[in-house]
């Protein structure tokens, strides 16, 4: 059976830092890019960051960048995502998501939603 679950999320102050988990089972997830979305109420699903299978490369969206940090265990089939210097934009409920290694991987793909696995999301609130 496939799972990807998040964990991780909660409520913190604007400046503070929370580490999200993303542990996956039921596929080779060596063989896998990991993603993490985020999606606030009345707005669309935003790719905020992926790590390659081999965590040889990432990806940030502008507005986390110098804030947070993907990191992929293979070994524990988990990927983290530290968030430092959080601020109320970043309130979301928070998804991990997993597609195939592709032959030729480029950033650009990450924030693509064509993901072949995802999770059911933790919630991410930063108080004002």
């Known amino acids: 059976e496939v799972q990807v679950v998040e964990s991780g999320g909660g409520l913190v102050q604007t400046g503070g830092s929370l580490r999200l988990s993303c542990a996956a089972s039921?596929?080779?997830?060596?063989?896998?890019?990991i993603g993490w979305f985020r999606q606030a109420p009345g707005k669309e699903r935003e790719g905020v960051s992926c790590?390659?299978?081999?965590?040889?490369?990432?990806y940030y969206t502008d507005s986390v960048k110098g804030r947070f940090t993907i990191s992929r265990d293979n070994a524990k089939n988990t990927v983290y995502l530290q968030m430092n210097s959080l601020k109320p934009e970043d309130t979301a409920v928070y998804y991990c998501?997993?597609?195939?290694?592709?032959?030729?991987?480029?950033?650009?793909?990450?924030?693509?939603?064509?993901?072949?696995?995802w999770g059911q999301g933790t919630q991410v609130t930063v108080s004002s």
């Open positions: 998501a997993a597609k195939a290694r592709p032959r030729f991987w480029y950033s650009y793909m990450c924030p693509i939603p064509q993901y072949d696995y």
């Open positions: 039921g596929f080779t997830f060596d063989d896998y890019v």
């Open positions: 790590i390659s299978s081999s965590a040889y490369s990432t």
